[in-house]
């Protein structure tokens, strides 16, 4: 069975990696003289690089500095719209829905396409409010650009979270602050080499614990792939049924061809607070911290929160088992500086993480128990505003006792805003 376990995982993996991907994460479209070019790219930097004076007059070769020109940039699912007014080197640019934009005002192209790079790293004081502008220049701009409030990229990332669902950090499933409270909610809910009953015996002493997670989702128009390898020691006390665990989580994440890192390490203690006969009731307190991003996708954050997760469980007849398990969260980003980047999304996000399991006995596989059970887990996010602010998971568990204990599980994720994704998991404990 452990054999079966580990090639339907890898099999899994290789089939949900290997579905093809939309090749580029940034699109660059400039339009000049009623001619539009669209260029893709995989990275921040090479995207700015075609907002350049060579940049530009390799689309349209007879471009001259001063004639006007609009582009757009898909910004990782977030379009924004650039203008450079007709006789400037001026770039104006707007974020969608938020009456905020930014004017970079270089005296040639060369420092104009500068300003807007060190903006997109985090430089505080690269760009100026539009009204600054001389008035020859605003009255090129619509009414409302004219008068839009000066942003920031902290602004132009928080739209990012809100309206798409490929951002790194937060916003979706697949980010690393749900991932985050995931992983909470599995240390509350399943402790390294534990089956899916009531008042089970365990080994006292330390217990180890690796496996290999994939999701991959194709919504939103940035296909995204994360292989992760979830890891955990952890110190078990029978006599007052207390487990102490550090949990590690990382990451890989291909986002539309961009690769990103995301990983984070949890502590906590998993504590039997009453049980009987027939049921068990464990409290997990904890406490996590990550990090997510890179320079090619010119985003990334620091992450920390701590969560509380309940585990109610009942033995019913048949030999079923009815598991309740809640998990309340809150995570904040920090700022922070990687490759030059200063970046901060400034968000304070509370999740709520509410699912049920029904289980049972399915016999023994080469002498080892095995139990089987369906789940369902509802997640909730309030504070600041995200694309995906609620979705469900549907899933299977097989899990096996004995030597090296085994646990795969297999879930379909449907959220809101047409989120769906898949999520196939293998851990085994030692």
Same mark, same amino acid.
């Given at each position: 069975?452990?054999?079966?376990?580990?090639?339907?995982?890898?099999?899994?993996?290789?089939?949900?990696?290997?579905?093809? %991907?939309?090749?580029?994460?940034?699109?660059?479209?400039?339009?000049?003289?009623?001619?539009?070019?669209?260029?893709?790219?995989?990275?921040?930097?090479?995207?700015? #690089?075609?907002?350049?004076?060579?940049?530009?007059?390799?689309?349209?070769?007879?471009?001259?500095?001063?004639?006007?020109?609009?582009?757009?940039?898909?910004?990782?699912?977030?379009?924004?719209?650039?203008?450079?007014?007709?006789?400037?080197?001026?770039?104006?640019?707007?974020?969608?829905?938020?009456?905020?934009?930014?004017?970079?005002?270089?005296?040639?192209?060369?420092?104009?396409?500068?300003?807007?790079?060190?903006?997109?790293?985090?430089?505080?004081?690269?760009?100026?409010?539009?009204?600054?502008?001389?008035?020859?220049?605003?009255?090129?701009?619509?009414?409302?650009?004219?008068?839009?409030?000066?942003?920031?990229?902290?602004?132009?990332?928080?739209?990012?979270?809100?309206?798409?669902?490929?951002?790194?950090?937060?916003?979706?499933?697949?980010?690393?602050?749900?991932?985050?409270?995931?992983?909470?909610?599995?240390?509350?809910? %399943?402790?390294?080499?534990?089956?899916?009953?009531?008042?089970?015996?365990?080994?006292?002493?330390?217990?180890?614990?690796?496996?290999?997670?994939?999701?991959?989702?194709?919504?939103?128009?940035?296909?995204?792939?994360?292989?992760?390898?979830?890891?955990?020691?952890?110190?078990?006390?029978?006599?007052?049924?207390?487990?102490?665990?550090?949990?590690?989580?990382?990451?890989?994440?291909?986002?539309?061809?961009?690769?990103?890192?995301?990983?984070?390490?949890?502590?906590?203690?998993?504590?039997?607070?009453?049980?009987?006969?027939?049921?068990?009731?464990?409290? #997990?307190?904890?406490?996590?911290?990550?990090?997510?991003?890179?320079?090619?996708?010119?985003?990334?954050?620091?992450?920390?929160?701590?969560?509380?997760?309940?585990?109610?469980?009942?033995?019913?007849?048949?030999?079923?088992?009815? %598991?309740?398990?809640?998990?309340?969260?809150?995570?904040?980003?920090?700022?922070?500086?990687?490759?030059?980047?200063?970046?901060?999304?400034?968000?304070?996000?509370?999740?709520?993480?509410?699912?049920?399991?029904?289980?049972?006995?399915?016999?023994?596989?080469?002498?080892?128990?095995?139990?089987?059970?369906?789940?369902?887990?509802?997640?909730?996010?309030?504070?600041?505003?995200?694309?995906?602010?609620?979705?469900?998971?549907?899933?299977?568990?097989?899990?096996?006792?004995?030597?090296?204990?085994?646990?795969?599980?297999?879930?379909?994720?449907?959220?809101?805003?047409?989120?769906?994704?898949?999520?196939?998991?293998?851990?085994? %404990?030692?």
């Amino acid at each position: 069975m452990q054999r079966k376990l580990t090639t339907l995982a890898a099999a899994a993996a290789i089939s949900l990696m290997a579905l093809p %991907a939309r090749a580029d994460l940034f699109d660059v479209s400039i339009t000049v003289n009623g001619v539009t070019q669209t260029r893709s790219f995989s990275s921040l930097e090479n995207a700015l #690089t075609l907002l350049t004076g060579p940049g530009i007059t390799s689309l349209f070769p007879s471009y001259r500095t001063g004639t006007a020109l609009t582009s757009v940039v898909n910004y990782g699912g977030l379009v924004l719209p650039i203008t450079v007014p007709a006789g400037t080197t001026t770039a104006v640019l707007t974020i969608p829905g938020t009456n905020t934009g930014v004017a970079f005002a270089g005296q040639t192209s060369g420092q104009t396409q500068n300003l807007l790079r060190n903006f997109f790293q985090g430089a505080v004081t690269s760009g100026d409010v539009i009204a600054s502008l001389p008035e020859s220049v605003r009255a090129t701009l619509s009414p409302d650009v004219q008068n839009a409030l000066r942003a920031s990229l902290t602004t132009v990332l928080q739209t990012a979270v809100a309206t798409t669902i490929s951002d790194p950090v937060a916003g979706n499933p697949s980010a690393l602050m749900p991932q985050m409270v995931a992983a909470d909610y599995l240390a509350g809910m %399943a402790p390294s080499g534990s089956l899916l009953g009531v008042n089970e015996a365990r080994a006292g002493g330390f217990h180890f614990s690796g496996g290999l997670n994939i999701l991959a989702t194709s919504s939103g128009g940035a296909d995204t792939r994360v292989l992760s390898a979830p890891l955990r020691v952890s110190y078990y006390i029978p006599r007052t049924a207390t487990e102490i665990f550090l949990d590690a989580p990382m990451s890989y994440a291909d986002i539309g061809g961009t690769s990103v890192f995301q990983g984070s390490v949890g502590i906590g203690v998993r504590q039997r607070v009453w049980h009987g006969e027939r049921f068990e009731w464990n409290l #997990t307190p904890a406490y996590r911290t990550g990090i997510a991003g890179s320079e090619s996708y010119g985003r990334g954050s620091l992450a920390l929160g701590v969560s509380l997760t309940s585990d109610l469980r009942f033995s019913l007849p048949a030999d079923y088992t009815f %598991a309740i398990t809640n998990t309340a969260a809150y995570y904040q980003t920090e700022a922070y500086n990687f490759g030059g980047f200063n970046i901060n999304y400034n968000l304070q996000n509370q999740y709520y993480r509410n699912g049920v399991t029904l289980s049972r006995p399915l016999g023994e596989v080469f002498g080892r128990p095995l139990q089987g059970g369906l789940t369902f887990v509802d997640t909730r996010v309030t504070g600041d505003r995200t694309a995906v602010p609620g979705w469900q998971e549907y899933g299977v568990v097989l899990a096996t006792g004995g030597r090296l204990p085994s646990r795969f599980t297999a879930t379909f994720i449907n959220g809101q805003n047409n989120f769906q994704a898949f999520r196939f998991g293998l851990s085994t %404990a030692f």
